[in-house]
């Protein structure tokens, strides 16, 4: 299984990013697909998550901001970044979890990708 993640960059703040998600390996429509991050000093947390039927769950302090989408054909999970502010700097990451219904812990993902980096400047 493989989760290759893509997108991240050096933007402003206000500005917007689009980060993309490949998975290859798997049966995608046996998983949900989430994104988490990591910033410098902290635990990873919950970003989003989208089920195979599109249900969607985001962290409080993303909601409004930021969208996650899947192309179940394609295989891949974007993450819109919109209104960016200099807290959302952090490595991104993609996870896969083999179950039907949204997740929220870390634990409930199987695979894991590499990250993407996402910068934000004041």
């Known amino acids: 299984v493989q989760l290759q993640a893509s997108g991240g960059g050096l933007v402003q703040a206000g500005d917007s990013l689009r980060l993309s998600c490949a998975a290859s390996?798997?049966?995608?429509?046996?998983?949900?697909m989430g994104w988490f991050r990591q910033a410098p000093g902290k635990e990873r947390e919950f970003v989003a998550v989208i089920t195979w039927g599109g249900s969607t769950r985001y962290a409080d302090s993303v909601k409004g901001r930021f969208a996650i989408s899947r192309d179940n054909a394609e295989g891949t999970v974007d993450l819109q970044l919109n209104s960016l502010k200099p807290e959302d700097t952090a490595v991104y990451y993609c996870?896969?979890?083999?179950?039907?219904?949204?997740?929220?812990?870390?634990?409930?993902?199987?695979?894991w990708g590499r990250g993407t980096l996402v910068t934000v400047s004041s």
């Open positions: 390996g798997l049966i995608f429509s046996n998983y949900i």
């Open positions: 996870a896969a979890g083999i179950r039907r219904t949204v997740a929220v812990l870390a634990a409930s993902y199987d695979y």
